[in-house]
């Protein structure tokens, strides 16, 4: 099997430890392949494989061996113009868990999707694609969290929270149970959210608080 991991700076590195563990714990061995359109070809500096070329270069490569793409960049804006980017392609995208994540019983975690170690996610919580939850996040019970949406570390979510498509939720942020996160929100990090937050804006603060409207996402796609 081959992995071509579409980025290459360090949280693209932690998805690919994070794979090869995975991959490790199942008795299977791969070759990594890192893409990226501002880094320079050469190994990378965990040592887990070689940048090959900018992103056009995947198609190049998917020759051969099975072949899975790994989305290994952070940021949901970045995530769905890659996405749309390589669509094109129609490669399966392998879902990365690490085996020292915690994943409890009828949780979904969809194609793409990214659980860092230390991460514990309960029970009969559903996971979109292309999510990232990052390392020591809690994700409790019947929570649902959006397409493309990203935890930062130490995210904490209670239980029956719905997190929209694309949100972000900053470094050590604490969402209060039953509520919901619009579309395309952005909480920074600390922030405390003890209510429902309106999709495209950007919330900081404890409690949080709007800072300022976000723009529409088709004139985000570009953002890296």
């Not at 949406?149 to 719905?162: K, R």
Request: proline share 4%; charged share 20%.
């Amino acid at each position: 099997m081959r992995y071509l991991l579409i980025g290459a700076a360090g949280h693209a590195q932690e998805v690919a430890w994070a794979l090869t563990e995975q991959l490790c714990r199942r008795g299977e061995v791969a070759e990594l392949r890192f893409f990226d359109d501002n880094l320079p070809r050469g190994r990378v500096a965990s040592g887990l494989g070689d940048v090959v070329g900018p992103l056009d270069a995947v198609r190049e490569h998917l020759h051969g061996d099975e072949v899975r793409l790994v989305l290994a960049v952070g940021l949901p804006r970045t995530k769905a113009a890659l996405v749309a980017r390589l669509a094109s392609l129609a490669m399966p995208w392998a879902t990365v868990i690490h085996p020292l994540a915690i994943v409890g019983p009828n949780v979904t975690v969809g194609e793409g999707s990214y659980v860092a170690a230390g991460a514990v996610v309960t029970v009969n919580a559903r996971l979109g694609r292309f999510v990232t939850v990052n390392v020591h996040c809690l994700v409790a019970h019947d929570d649902v969290v959006g397409d493309l949406a990203t935890l930062h570390p130490d995210v904490h979510l209670s239980g029956n929270i719905s997190i929209g498509t694309g949100v972000e939720v900053g470094a050590g942020s604490l969402v209060i149970q039953g509520t919901t996160i619009g579309d395309w929100a952005i909480l920074g990090a600390g922030c405390v959210a003890i209510r429902s937050l309106e999709g495209h804006e950007t919330w900081v603060g404890v409690p949080a608080a709007r800072v300022s409207r976000r723009p529409h996402m088709r004139h985000a796609m570009g953002e890296r």
